[in-house]
Nanobody, 122 residues
Framework: QVQLVESGGGLVQAGGSLRLSCAAS????????MGWFRQAPRKERAFVAA????????VYGDSVKGRFTISRDNAKNTVSLQTNSLKPGDTAVYYC???????????????WGQGTQVTVSS
């Protein structure tokens, strides 16, 4: 069982930045692909970014390409999401997830954190 805890959310003005972190309990986190998803009110949970187990490959949702960067530190069992040039449309609860498949599909991820709220004001 992998436990994930997100942190780093908050309230920021449009154009600002936040760095979200996800700490994992699993010592073999390096075996898992990691993803970030987000869910805005009354919307489906949507893919944001994913990184493969080694950290050598990343993929992003179209709406965040060029603004967000996912990274991982397997030695520290952490995954981060650097969010820049934030827009009000980025407002959502952000979730990190772990799975055995490097994927954009939320059903491919087996373990989820509780989420961290990001609110971007205009």
């Amino acid at each position: 069982q992998v436990q994930l805890v997100e942190s780093g959310g908050g309230l920021v003005q449009a154009g600002g930045s936040l760095r979200l972190s996800c700490a994992a309990s699993e010592r073999t986190l390096s075996s898992y692909a990691m993803g970030w998803f987000r869910q805005a009110p009354r919307k489906e949970r949507a893919f944001v970014a994913a990184i493969n187990p080694s950290g050598g490959s990343t993929v992003y949702g179209d709406s965040v390409k060029g603004r967000f960067t996912i990274s991982r530190d397997n030695a520290k069992n952490t995954v981060s999401l650097q969010t820049n040039s934030l827009k009000p449309g980025d407002t959502a609860v952000y979730y990190c997830a772990a799975g055995l498949s490097y994927s954009k599909v939320k059903s491919d991820y087996d373990y989820w954190g509780q989420g961290t709220q990001v609110t971007v004001s205009s």
